[in-house]
């Protein structure tokens, strides 16, 4: 499932292409998706033109000019965003579940073999209320996420640090990928209680999320199976994992122990028992 900055990746690479574009077709395929596109999803969103894209934790949200809804997009585990330019054939295919055709002739795909994904109709002013999005925590990168907070969420608290750093109720965005990545830098064990973890750990930890996820997003994600850019490329981020799927491997970075998978929570960690020792 895309993390964080793989949906940044695609805002940003979808927002030059879509912004000020004019929908003149919408097409549903099927509506049956994780959960149903609504029926009137292809009358409400003819003729609107986009003002502007936008995240909140793995969902994209498109904004349209003088409406006070917006197009709520989650890819699911294996849902694409392809864009196709005037004249330019289309590589048409089963899983293409709705689509939109603009004034200018672009147009832009869904694609999702699994069907995890979704596209929903919602009122701006009730966005943070609705049920998906009514419980995230806070952005990595907005001023509310510091060591301070961090202190106060994790106080008293037994649930391991890389559990801790994955629940969305806390920090949004932040999947096994990144945590094991984040982990790392920090040097911290991914099994020590979130409410032992030091200040001074946790300056460490807030600066390395933040850090990782920029060169994620720069890098264009991480392409494991499904993420691709809009432009069909792949992310590159994978060719500077330092422990993540590199199970058996010896550490780069200390040359001395090879790197462990273990499964907590029902999901794979990946550490360094050296550099990342339990203390």
């Known amino acids: ?15 030059p292409v879509l912004r000020k574009q004019t929908i003149t077709k919408v097409l549903v395929k099927r509506h049956d998706l994780r959960q149903p596109i609504p029926k009137d999803f292809a009358r409400r969103l003819t003729g609107l033109t986009i003002n502007r ?18 197009l709520l997009i989650h890819l699911g585990m294996s849902g694409r965003l392809l864009v196709f330019a005037k004249d330019m054939p289309i590589d048409k295919s089963p899983h293409d579940h709705w689509s939109f055709e603009f004034k200018s002739g672009t147009r832009l ?22 049920r998906l999005l009514s419980h995230l925590g806070v952005e990595p990168f907005d001023k509310a996420f510091n060591s301070d907070f961090l202190e106060k969420m994790f106080k008293g ?3 391991s640090i890389k559990n801790a750093i994955i629940d969305q109720k806390i920090i949004v965005g932040v999947g096994n990928i990144y945590a094991s990545e984040v982990l790392f830098r920090t040097k911290l064990s991914p099994f020590k209680p979130s409410g032992q973890v030091s200040k001074t750990e946790l300056q460490s930890l807030v600066m390395s999320l933040q850090i ?4 994620a997003i720069a890098a264009g994600g991480s ?26 491997l010896i550490c780069l970075v200390c040359k001395k122990k090879s790197i462990e998978r273990v499964v907590q929570a029902g999901r794979s960690t990946f550490y360094c028992p050296h550099c990342q020792k339990l203390s």
Not at 60 to 66: I, P, S, T
Not at 212 to 215: D, M, N, P
Not at 241 to 248: I, P, Q, S
């Open 1 to 15: 499932m895309p993390e964080l900055p793989e949906v940044e990746t695609i805002r940003l690479g979808l927002t």
């Open 212 to 215: 990782v996820l920029q060169e």
């Open 53 to 70: 894209l936008s995240r909140r934790a793995k969902y994209l949200l498109m904004h349209f000019e003088g409406q006070n809804f917006c």
């Open 109 to 130: 795909v869904y694609r999702d073999p699994r069907r995890f994904g979704l596209a929903l109709l919602l009122e701006v002013k009730d966005i943070n209320k609705h």
């Open 157 to 159: 608290k037994k649930v």
């Open 223 to 248: 392409t494991l199976k499904d993420h691709r850019r809009p432009s069909g490329e792949l992310g590159y981020f994978q060719f500077s994992f330092k422990v993540y799927d590199r199970e058996g």
